[in-house]
């Protein structure tokens, strides 16, 4: 049983092995919670965790803010299903606007799904429809999301594109510049990715068939790898000159995560087309693309829209959840309670030789767990994070052995429980390594 997949379900204790749930769907952790208040969630028996996965990123404002519970519940007594291709609504309405203030210039007009695989399509939709070009370039080690086409964009690993091919046909894969992974220097990662991508573009899919490029500006699944400037505005120039629409995927690494409200802005570009979701609603369903209004205006009638988007609670709680990112000054604080984990990580990293080396930015960081000669080492990361959950700390993993032991707490995250979450994986690393 591939320990990265989970616990198998005889594995299940207590709570999670009386009932019904599909074997397939497995957790990372043994706890079943009860409740959740800021970084720390609370189980069944009453033990504490402090949450350090935020639900993969989504709890932004930590669990249940009581701004965020407020505006959600005040909605859920006035209206919850304004269903949004039949009527309009006011906290869609004002969402619009309070986006299109975040986005770089020029980008002003939004629509909204429910799922980040199901914005992701949309902007495949607009890109195709946009150009009236078929092809899609991604970048290697890219998660862009499980339903039909956003799988087929997705190359993070096998286990999202397995055991239901053919995928979606008109996708070509470029590197991305995994200088870790490559052994090299990143200016050379940087050169050999970009050289690459001038390949493709005259060996299989020429500039006139390109509809967009879609790009993780910090990959989230496959590692926790930026991107740098020099490639993100080779990207953005060979957009421009080709007429080839720029896309960042910001649905993991936005919304203020890496220390700036998109992750995009670290590179000085600026896309045609921007996906958000998970730290959009702080844990409502909630996802939207958003581009110029003359770039939305080339795609089809009827080409946006769903029984569920929009719905008027999450945004509700997305406009709540932009409030407190304001009022709280989130993003300063991921910035810089970013920096001091990232700081501890790195003593951490002197400390036990197995972590090989950190990477990310903000509050996305991820440790890789490797052997002498980089040799992934993912039953040891698996160790790691349930020796962590033993001591009340909530880790995920990721990359394609689960050897990357990622961090992403909320953004209001305090020092304090930066400090403790460092001191209890401390505990667990010396009893791994011991
Ligand atoms: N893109 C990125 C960068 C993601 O991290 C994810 C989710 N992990 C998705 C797309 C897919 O989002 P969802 O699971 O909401 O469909």
Redesign the pocket.
């Known amino acids: 049983w591939p320990i990265r997949y989970g616990l198998r379900p005889a594995e299940r204790t207590g709570e999670m092995a009386m009932h019904h749930l599909s074997p397939l769907l497995k957790q990372a952790s043994q706890v079943c919670v009860d409740h959740g208040e800021g970084s720390w969630l609370v189980d069944t028996d009453g033990r504490r965790y402090l949450d350090f996965t935020s639900g ?2 989504v709890t932004s404002t930590g669990h249940c803010h009581p701004t965020v519970v407020a505006a959600a519940q005040a909605q859920v007594g006035r209206v919850i299903h304004a269903q949004y291709t039949t009527v309009a609504h006011r906290p869609m309405l004002e969402l619009t606007d309070a986006l299109a203030e975040r986005m770089p210039e020029g980008i002003d007009s939004v629509a909204f799904s ?5 914005s ?1 399509e949309a902007a495949l939709r607009l890109a195709r429809q946009a150009t009236g070009r078929a092809n899609i370039i991604v970048f290697d080690g ?6 039909m086409a ?1 799988a087929s964009l997705t190359t993070s690993g096998t286990k999202v594109r397995t055991g239901f091919h053919p995928m979606m046909a008109g996708v070509e894969v470029s590197p991305f510049p995994h200088a870790y992974r490559y052994g090299w220097t990143e200016e050379e990662a940087t050169a050999f990715a970009l050289r690459e991508l001038d390949h493709i573009l005259k060996t299989r899919t020429a500039p006139s068939d390109t509809a967009a490029m879609l790009i ?1 500006p910090v ?3 496959f590692g926790y790898y930026p991107a740098n400037k020099a490639f993100m505005q080779g990207l953005a120039e060979r957009c421009r000159q080709h007429g080839i629409l720029l896309i960042c ?5 936005g919304y203020g995560r890496t220390g700036r409200f998109w992750s995009h802005s670290h590179f000085d570009v600026t896309p045609d087309i921007v ?1 958000t ?2 730290g959009l609603a702080s844990g409502f ?1 909630l ?1 939207a693309i958003a581009a110029s209004e003359a770039l939305m205006s080339k795609g089809l009638a009827g080409s946006q829209g769903g029984t569920y988007g929009a719905n008027a609670v999450a945004c509700a709680a997305a406009l709540a959840t932009l409030e407190v990112i304001d009022s709280e000054q989130l993003v300063e604080n991921a910035a810089h309670q970013g920096e001091l984990l990232n700081e501890r990580l790195h003593g951490l990293k002197e400390r036990f030789p197995m972590i090989d080396t950190l990477r990310g930015k903000g509050l996305m960081l991820g440790m890789e767990i490797a052997d002498d000669f980089r040799t992934p080492r993912g039953d040891l990361a698996a160790r790691l994070t349930s020796a962590a959950e033993a001591q009340g700390l909530l880790l995920l993993r990721c990359g394609t052995e689960g050897q990357i032991v990622r961090w992403l707490p909320p953004l209001t995250v305090s020092s304090a429980e930066v400090d403790e979450a460092v001191a209890r994986f401390t505990r667990a690393a010396e009893q791994v390594a011991a």
Do not use: L, W
């Open positions: 993969i990123g429910n799922s980040g695989s199901e992701v890219g998660f862009h999301g499980r339903t956003a993780e990959q989230g699944e995927d910001e649905i993991q690494a996906i979701a998970k369903p996802s």
